[in-house]
T-cell receptor, first 112, second 114 residues
Framework: NAGVTQTPKFQVLKTGQSMTLQCAQD?????MYWYRQDPGMGLRLIYY???????DKGEVPNGYNVSRLNKREFSLRLESAAPSQTSVYFC???????????FGPGTRLTVL | QKEVEQNSGPLSVPEGAIASLNCTYS??????FFWYRQYSGKSPELIMF????GDKEDGRFTAQLNKASQYVSLLIRDSQPSDSATYLC??????????????FGRGTQLTVWP
């Protein structure tokens, strides 16, 4: 996962709490992504940012917001966490939206 | 219809055998195809990508693509216990947009026993 960091690595929340997952890169890549991975469901795209200052919804955006304030960082915010958001969250990045994606180490989130 | 389909497995092969992992996709306009390996509790790691019909070899790994049949496969020769992992097939498609989107299959769990 050289070049991509995610914080925190683990988090436990109570229903209704909010939190922000952080992703930072030092690879100077344009495109960044947030996925969630659930058992039996595979990787599903939540939001992505093709370039700095732009964001778009993916397959499962409900309950999440994102922010791409600069080229290095892409954050994912849960405003009011729900048990259905218990998952492993991966940040990924690529040079462009048609290029190979590289994944960060992940954040394991549990919502009680 | 799901974008990308894989047999969930588990696939179990003895050490030294050839493991064959298969994937089909629904969008004929798909352009690029990727295989990721994911160890338990870890993040997906790129193994190979392929863009053109035919075979692409990298060490013990061979990716095969048949766009007419909308089929992509990964062969692992001389399988080792360290190859035991979940293998994810991913397909890049743009549906006419300027932006590409990567769609993942649910993964095939491979076990290589000594």
């Amino acid at each position: 996962n050289a070049g991509v960091t995610q914080t925190p690595k683990f988090q436990v929340l109570k229903t209704g709490q909010s939190m922000t997952l952080q992703c930072a890169q030092d690879m100077n890549h344009n495109s960044m992504y947030w996925y969630r991975q659930d058992p039996g469901m595979g990787l599903r795209l939540i939001y992505y940012s093709a370039s700095e200052g732009t964001t778009d919804k993916g397959e499962v955006p409900n309950g999440y917001n994102v922010s791409r304030l600069n080229k290095r960082e892409f954050s994912l915010r849960l405003e009011s966490a729900a048990p259905s958001q218990t998952s492993v969250y991966f940040c990924a990045l690529s040079r462009g939206s048609r290029d190979t994606q590289y994944f960060g180490p992940g954040t394991r989130l549990t919502v009680l | 219809q799901k974008e990308v389909e894989q047999n969930s497995g588990p696939l179990s092969v003895p050490e030294g055998a050839i493991a064959s992992l298969n994937c089909t996709y629904s969008d004929r306009g798909s352009q690029s195809f990727f295989w990721y390996r994911q160890y338990s509790g870890k993040s997906p790691e790129l193994i190979m990508f392929i863009y053109s019909n035919g075979d692409k070899e990298d060490g013990r790994f061979t990716a095969q693509l048949n766009k007419a049949s909308q089929y992509v496969s990964l062969l692992i020769r001389d399988s080792q216990p360290s190859d035991s992992a979940t293998y994810l097939c991913a397909v890049l498609t743009d549906r006419g947009s300027t932006l590409g989107r990567l769609y993942f299959g649910r993964g095939t769990q491979l076990t290589v026993w000594p």
